[in-house]
């Protein structure tokens, strides 16, 4: 995975940030969608910001870097910190739980969600680093 700093790309694009074209963010079918090929996208996943149990752990991550996907942000929280550190794919989420998620086969694909007042649409652009998450419907200059 390439680096990137979302605070030089908000420098770089600041006339799309001062008009709302970027928004900057401070469970679905987690398995199916990362078994397919990621081609480069981004799964976000939406789980109201919970911090009862992890929703992805080593073996998602893992699954993720081999199916080439570039990213997984987690409204809600992550576990196996280490073993996602060493996968080629970046991971961002809210925290970290040893609990692991029951698995219920319930959630929605390709849907817009909210978090933290933030709607995001699928199909949009993700950029993330260790500064935050940004969200935009364009592509952006890196």
Known sequence: ??????????????SVVAVGDIRVLPPIFKMELLETKGEGRILVIDGGGSMRCALVGGNLGLLAQNMGWNGIVVNGCIR??????????????????PLKSYKRGIGQKHVSINIAGTLIHDGEWLYADSDGVLISKVELSL
């Open 80 to 97: 196996d910190v280490d073993e996602i550190n060493g996968c080629d794919v970046g991971v961002r989420a809210l925290a970290s739980h």
């Open 1 to 14: 995975m390439g680096s990137l700093a979302t605070a030089e790309v908000c420098d770089t694009n600041a």
